[in-house]
């Protein structure tokens, strides 16, 4: 180990020196801002050297490397993260108390790297980290945003975003490299003629270029020197790319690609731009990837052996087309060896059913953006029907399956012919695909799909973010599970001790009390540790259901007005979750879960039986204090419409219990904790579709059939909550107007009755600890090193890279 860190008394030494050579101060005088930077570029100072071994074992060895193309990647702060996973977090602490600083304040001083808006961008994050503290090669490639996702702000009762200026403080992780830069080319024209090898010989003469520059962030697996890299692309103006007349409208251009994350398309400029974004980092990190196999063999011939290409749902699947345009157009190989090297590194994986969500361009936009990518795709169109009529014999599946169809390209489309796999993210998930939304492509290529259920890093979400249960969990079945999560099942031999389950419950008390003190600080609300703490934390979204839980909300609150003698075990409701800005029910739905908070929370005979919380600025650094609080987790959305979610597994893994629905890896979670150690409730899956097919639902009729429901309904709009009659009727009409097609009431009966069950179910103290012990104990399954392993053995054929 480096000097620097082998003891408290080097890591002061060093500490005071680099202050003193970087900002010419001592420490004294040094603002908090410059001591973070300071610990920050030690840190990586540090794991530079194994990064650099890393990278020569790697090529020395010729070991195949994995690339996950990821528009999104939600890592949080990474201090702490990487501190712990390096080992030295404790000499760092005891050196920085020694100078009168505490830890946590210089860790309050990273932003979070907000680079994605929810599940599948924290999805590439878990990933990254399991892949290094796992040894495998495998390496992340996103854009450099100069913004995060947005902050959100409250005010009035409504969402108010905020840019997120992440930057401000330089992004001490990153390193800069320009000597890894290329030049992306847009829009123009194609010329082609016959060359003299009798292939077409292409030129592309752009009207745009711009330069890809890209920093590296060092990703550092835990104990272990397997060092990786996340690569986030930065768009920066090319030598000479443009007449100086236009010179101000080409910065412009070039500036807008790396602005923002894309929440929103809602406009023509901005669903462009997402094109150009997504071309933009795929051609740069293809590029690079060729480079850097050439490199190292010197030929293509064994690229698909060495490299492994996974693309996190449709955004990144123009690396398919953009592979096939090098090896055509700059290496000359013939189109079927070009094809078969294409699909033998590409694999795609599925992120959602929602059809509003799954991508399709306009053809016209492709052509004129990209258009030698576009011929690509259309020559892949091409080959592909052909060869469903010829070889397959399934003229009939060509209107069905085609790539280019009514004017756009489907992209998923393009992804499952142009990869050799195709996973979803949950079983019931990849059986949805398998059955209904891929159906026709299943019976095609029944081999390329397969099933990768999603998991969250233990260390990120357990050892870091949760000391005091790592440390009640190292107590009772040993360290063991801190390397091998694993190990965590065998909690189970000791979940009926009623001495651990009386520590289970001063240990949640704990992170109660954390949570209570954050929202006291913040948000100036009191709430009781002792009540239950009832969590929904998640994007906004009508599929999730968050209104479902605040119309049982507005119900309890009338049944508790209206009857002296009805009183519910005190409970703390707790909400967190960004609504995308364009969209306004979601918005609405915030606004209405703060005005049903003012009433409920101002009420001084219903605010001692419960609170509603809304925490604002949902993300990492809020659910890692969060998730862990929690008694109850709320998995609430329509059966068949998510994916799998990773939220579940967070509350699941700090002992919280799902109320939930049969719906993504909920299913996977009471298979292994059992219904008695879950509370699920509502429609499944299959009858969500059976209403759909006979269209037997009418939300009219539950309205007039159920008192509670057609009250709760009628106070959306009577002036109870809000005394602004526009408020609400977006989700009244919404509800009652288009037939709940989210089927809220239809499982409202259900929901209000699991909700029950759990307060009578959380009174019988032992009994509820040790439904937590035994989910902690079960969450073993939803490790990502679970998952990675799975992706490494049976898509990437990835090995375990031995670095002594
Ligand atoms: C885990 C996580 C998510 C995903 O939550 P779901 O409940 O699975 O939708 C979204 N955002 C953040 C910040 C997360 O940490």
Redesign the pocket.
């Known amino acids: 180990m480096a000097n620097e860190f082998k003891n408290k008394d080097e890591f002061i030494k060093e500490f005071k020196k680099r202050i003193i050579r970087h900002f010419g101060c001592s420490i004294e005088r040094a603002h908090i801002t410059e001591k973070y930077m300071i610990l920050g570029e030690m840190v990586r100072d540090h794991a530079s050297e194994n990064w650099n071994l890393t990278k020569d074992v790697i090529s020395e060895k010729q070991e195949k490397q994995m690339y996950y193309f990821s528009m999104e990647f ?1 890592m ?1 702060r990474l201090l702490t993260n990487n501190l712990m996973n390096l080992g030295i977090y404790d000499i760092v602490k005891e050196g920085l108390d020694e100078l009168g600083i505490d830890i946590n304040d210089l860790e309050e001083m990273e932003s979070d790297a907000g680079l994605g ?3 599948l ?2 999805l590439a994050a878990c990933f990254l980290d399991s892949l290094a503290s796992l040894n495998l090669a495998g390496h992340g490639n996103c854009i450099r945003y100069e913004y995060g996702l947005f902050k959100q702000k409250i005010e009035h009762n409504e969402q108010v975003e905020v840019p997120d200026k992440w930057l401000s403080l330089g992004n001490v992780w990153e390193v800069r490299k320009p000597k890894h830069s290329v030049d992306v080319k847009f829009g123009g024209r194609v010329e082609m003629w016959m060359g003299e090898d009798g292939k077409a010989v292409v030129n592309h003469i752009p009207s745009l270029v711009v330069r890809a520059v890209p920093y590296d962030m060092p990703i550092i697996g835990q104990n272990t020197a397997t060092t990786n890299t996340l690569r986030l692309w930065s768009a920066e103006v090319a030598d000479d790319a443009c007449d100086a007349s236009s010179l101000n409208e080409y910065v412009n251009e070039v500036r807008e690609i790396c602005r923002n994350v894309y929440p929103d398309d809602s406009t023509e400029h901005g669903k462009l731009l997402r094109l150009k974004q997504q071309y933009f980092f795929v051609s740069a990190g293809i590029y690079n990837i060729i480079e850097s196999h050439l490199r190292t063999y010197g030929s293509l011939d064994n690229f698909a052996d060495k490299v492994a290409i996974q693309l996190n749902d449709t955004h990144p699947v123009l690396c398919i087309p953009e592979l096939m345009r090098i090896l055509l157009d700059e290496y000359r190989f013939e189109w079927d060896d070009a094809w078969e090297m294409t699909k033998k590194t590409m694999a795609y994986t599925n992120h959602t059913v929602l059809s509003e969500a799954l991508e399709k361009w306009p053809v016209q936009y492709v052509r004129e953006l990209l258009p030698r990518i576009y011929m690509i795709i259309e020559e892949i169109d091409n080959r592909f029907k052909y060869h469903l009529s010829h070889d397959f014999g399934r003229p009939d599946l060509i209107d069905s399956c085609a790539i280019i169809k009514e004017g756009q390209v489907h992209m998923a489309h393009l992804a499952i012919v142009g990869s050799h796999s195709v996973n979803g993210v949950a079983a019931l998930h990849t059986r949805i695909l398998k059955e209904d939304v891929m159906k026709s492509f299943y019976e095609l290529y029944p081999e390329k799909f397969n099933n990768k259920t999603n998991g ?1 890093t233990h260390r990120r979400w357990l050892l870091h973010s949760n000391p005091q249960l790592t440390d009640l969990l190292e107590k009772t079945i040993g360290p063991q599970f801190k390397t091998n999560p694993d190990k965590l099942t065998d909690l189970m031999q000791y979940v009926d001790d009623e001495k651990l389950q009386t520590q289970f419950m001063e240990v949640k008390l704990e992170r109660k009390k954390i949570l209570a003190d954050y929202i006291k600080k913040t948000l100036n609300i009191e709430v009781d540790i002792h009540s239950i703490f009832d969590v929904q ?3 906004l979204h009508a599929y ?1 259901r968050q209104l479902l839980n605040i119309l049982n909300i507005m119900d309890l609150y009338f049944r508790m007005k209206n009857d002296p003698n009805y009183r519910i075990y005190p409970r703390t409701f707790i909400f967190a979750a960004k609504a995308a800005p364009s969209y306004t029910f979601a918005k609405e739905v915030i606004k209405l879960i703060h005005c049903v908070a003012d009433k409920v929370n101002n009420d001084p005979e219903i605010s001692k039986y419960m609170k509603v919380v809304f925490i604002p600025n ?3 650094s ?2 890692e204090i969060l ?1 862990n609080a929690a008694d109850v987790s709320e ?1 609430i959305s329509t059966a068949g419409k ?1 994916a ?7 509350f699941m893994m700090n002992g919280a219990i799902t109320l939930g629905t049969m719906d ?1 890896a909920n299913v996977e979670i009471v298979e292994r904790v059992g219904f008695e150690n879950a509370e699920i409730f509502g429609l499944r899956a299959d009858d969500v579709a059976l209403i759909r097919r006979e269209n037997s639902y009418d939300v009219w009729r539950k309205y007039h059939e159920n008192a509670n429901i057609h009250r709760i309904i009628d106070a959306l709009t009577d002036g109870t909550f809000s005394s602004n009659p526009n408020d609400f009727k977006l989700i009244y009409n919404e509800l009652m107007f288009k037939n709940d097609e989210y089927l809220l009431l239809a499982d409202y009966d259900a929901y209000a009755h699991a909700r029950t069950n759990i307060e009578r179910r959380y009174q019988d103290k032992r009994g509820w600890a040790k439904m937590c012990l035994i989910n902690i104990a079960q969450s073993a399954f939803f490790s990502s090193d679970r998952t990675i392993r799975q992706y490494a053995e049976e898509i990437w054929n990835l090995k375990a890279v031995e670095l002594d």
């Open positions: 939600l949080g808006n929810g599940g961008g924290r969250i934390a998640k994007r999730k949902y993300g990492v809020i659910a998730m998995q998510e799998s979610g990773t939220g579940n597994m967070k993504g």
